[in-house]
């Protein structure tokens, strides 16, 4: 039997070399064979989800081209986002800002802009310092620090532009719709101390991070930085930080940049008030859930209804963060493995939120309100395979077993 599984995963292995060779990938195939779990080994997982999330082309031969274009890119948002600014911190003025300083009333002002973006950079900060507390990870020093930052004394490293203050753990949650509301999340509900900053010449992989999310916030000034999305840059940042391929890891904070930027397009309504009764909003992705429940599950469906359990109390966060904070870590890339490889992924999102459902069925049916809350906030532990089987199954359209005493349509 072990023998039989052992040549069975070794089959597989191949498999995924022999496509990741290939001069010209191709992506139906890759999709399928990443749907099931991408093995961790060899950075198999990192090198797929930089394809699957279109930061590398399918043809092979522009990869390189590609990630020097990227990562210069990226590089000189560092130089023209962070280090200049700081340095302009750091002097006063500078020589090319004679005229310029903190108390400029001048819109052009860079002390402005600097300021301004201090109120951004301080809700980056205090999530990053709380990122994944259940892993050691986030806290330990990178291999590959920025050098221009960490070894030189005239540029002020982010996070000492703001005031730093212990929190506890927490999770993005929403009262109505709108992100205005946080609460102990399920799996980090322990209080933990904020990360704190390495001795100067070294840097935490959580401030690696904290420089990522703040120029994606510079770069998109109308969306800025929004709570939560720390939980979705870290299982990126993570996988990509820990691939074997050295070359790979010490370029993890530039791919991470443009992955997070790739799915932040498409996921990127989800944290827009504004957009929340909109075909791409929260509001619409909560009213597909509980249809696809209804169709999957009426009885359940029918009791969440009866008990005015409503979408809003439990699954902004499940899909708005896509499920980073109800499993741990390894558990969320196994996940995320077959999300971003389904062409169609926010549709097996609603699967996997609606399998969540139906594996606590028999316990919901004969719960009350409280009871039936505290399942869906705090989801207990599962096999996070068999919640993808489950997914999968619905997936693929099979029927609950009916119940004939219910009527076809009880609202």
């Known amino acids: 039997m072990v023998h039989r599984i052992m040549a069975a995963y070794k089959a597989r292995l ?18 399928d064979l990443c749907f099931s779990g991408v093995p961790d080994e060899g950075g198999r997982r990192a090198l797929c989800w930089k394809l699957l999330l279109h ?22 948002f560092v130089e023209e986002m962070v280090v200049e600014p700081a340095r302009l911190s750091k002097n006063g003025s500078g020589n090319n800002h004679v005229d310029d300083h903190p108390l400029n009333p001048n819109p052009e002002s860079q002390w402005g802009s600097f300021f301004k973006d201090n109120e951004v950079l301080a809700q980056i900060d205090k999530d990053v310092r709380r990122l994944c507390p259940d892993i050691m990870f986030f806290q330990r ?48 509900s322990a209080q933990t101390e ?39 840059i870290g299982p990126i940042y993570y996988t990509f930080a820990n691939d074997p391929n050295i070359a790979f890891r010490e370029n993890a904070e530039a791919d991470c940049f443009w992955c997070f930027i790739s799915l932040m397009g498409e996921i990127r309504d989800f944290f ?42 439990f699954s902004f966060r499940w899909l708005t963060l896509l499920l980073s904070q109800e499993f741990d870590l390894p558990d969320v890339i196994r996940v995320w493995d077959s999300l971003f490889a389904d062409a169609n992924r926010f549709s ?11 594996l606590q069925r028999d316990v919901m049916l004969q719960n009350d309100f409280g009871s039936n809350m505290k399942i869906l906030q705090h989801y207990p532990p599962v096999d996070v395979q068999a919640l993808l089987s489950k997914a999968t199954e ?3 359209g099979q029927e609950p077993p009916s119940d004939p005493s219910l009527p076809e349509d009880s609202s």
Not at 14 to 31: C, M, N
Not at 159 to 176: D, Q
Not at 196 to 219: D, Q, T
């Open 348 to 358: 097996y999102l609603i699967q996997v939120c609606t399998a969540m459902m139906v």
């Open 141 to 188: 020093g990178t291999q590959f620090p920025c050098e221009v930052i960490v070894n030189d004394p005239e540029v002020e490293r982010l996070h000492r532009r703001v005031t730093h203050s212990s929190l506890t753990a927490t999770a993005v949650t929403r009262k109505g719709l709108g992100i205005t509301k946080l609460e102990a999340s399920n799996r980090r």
């Open 14 to 31: 191949l498999e995924f070399d022999a496509l990741l060779k290939e001069e010209t990938i191709d992506v139906g195939r890759l999709r």
């Open 272 to 313: 827009i008030r504004t957009l929340d009764d909109s075909e791409s909003g929260i509001g619409a992705m909560m009213e597909r859930l509980m249809s696809n429940l209804r169709h999957h599950d009426h009885q359940l469906w029918n009791r969440l209804r009866t008990q005015e359990l409503r979408p809003q109390f």
């Open 194 to 232: 904020d990360y704190h900053p390495l001795p100067p010449g070294s840097e935490a992989h959580w401030e690696v991070v904290e420089r990522i999310l703040f120029i994606y916030a510079k770069l998109n000034p109308g969306q800025s930085y929004v709570q939560g999305m720390n939980e979705i």
């Open 55 to 76: 930061y590398l082309p399918l043809d092979r031969t522009q990869w390189n081209d590609t990630l020097n274009k990227k990562r210069a890119q990226y590089n000189h």
């Open 394 to 396: 619905l997936k693929e």
